[in-house]
């Protein structure tokens, strides 16, 4: 991946933010949740009926 010099700082906040939502997102699966209910997708069929 090549990343403009100027783009470095922010290119880099949002990989950080990604790994941390991402163990976030892991640690919730790994207790048992369900990808459907952490995505929003289960409220989002129940609003459709």
């Known amino acids: 991946m090549?990343?403009?010099r100027d783009r470095?700082?922010?290119v880099a906040a949002?990989?950080?933010a990604r790994i941390e939502r991402e163990s976030?997102?892991?640690a919730r699966l790994?207790?048992?949740a369900h990808?459907?209910?952490l995505h929003g997708m289960r409220?989002?069929?129940e609003?459709?009926?």
């Open 2 to 4: 090549v990343v403009a």
């Open 8 to 10: 470095v700082a922010d």
């Open 14 to 16: 949002a990989a950080t």
């Open 24 to 26: 976030g997102l892991r």
């Open 30 to 32: 790994a207790a048992g």
């Open 35 to 37: 990808s459907y209910d």
């Open 43 to 45: 409220a989002e069929d």
């Open 47 to 49: 609003s459709a009926g």
